[in-house]
């Protein structure tokens, strides 16, 4: 299973940025995809998830009605879409699939910010 995300950068507060996570290796079956961040000096903490087939989805109560997380199967992608972005977003966001009882991890991708 390999996760690839992508996405990140610099934003001003109140701004929008989406991440991507492209998966491969998955077979068809039920499985979550989504998204956890790590401030510094933080544990890491889920931010948003959804499922491959029922399509339930989760959302931290720190980013809901601000974030929306939306999946393409056909392209094993799930996209995180961030609005209203504010300073305490900041983190290194990683891409997680749970399959199995097993999480695979994509590489971090910063998003920032900062005016």
């Known amino acids: 299973v390999q996760l690839q995300a992508s996405g990140g950068g610099l934003v001003q507060p109140g701004g929008s940025l989406r991440l991507t996570c492209a998966t491969s290796g998955v077979t068809p079956d039920h499985y979550a995809t989504g998204w956890f961040r790590q401030a510094p000096g933080k544990e890491r903490e889920g931010v948003s998830c959804i499922t491959n087939d029922d399509g339930m989805i989760f959302y931290a109560d720190s980013v809901k009605g601000r974030f929306t997380i939306t999946r393409d199967n056909a392209k094993n992608t799930v996209y995180l879409q961030m609005n209203s972005l504010k300073p305490e977003d900041t983190a290194v966001y990683y891409c997680?699939?749970?399959?199995?009882?097993?999480?695979?991890w994509g590489q971090g991708t910063l998003v920032t910010v900062s005016s």
């Open positions: 997680n699939l749970a399959w199995r009882g097993v999480n695979y």
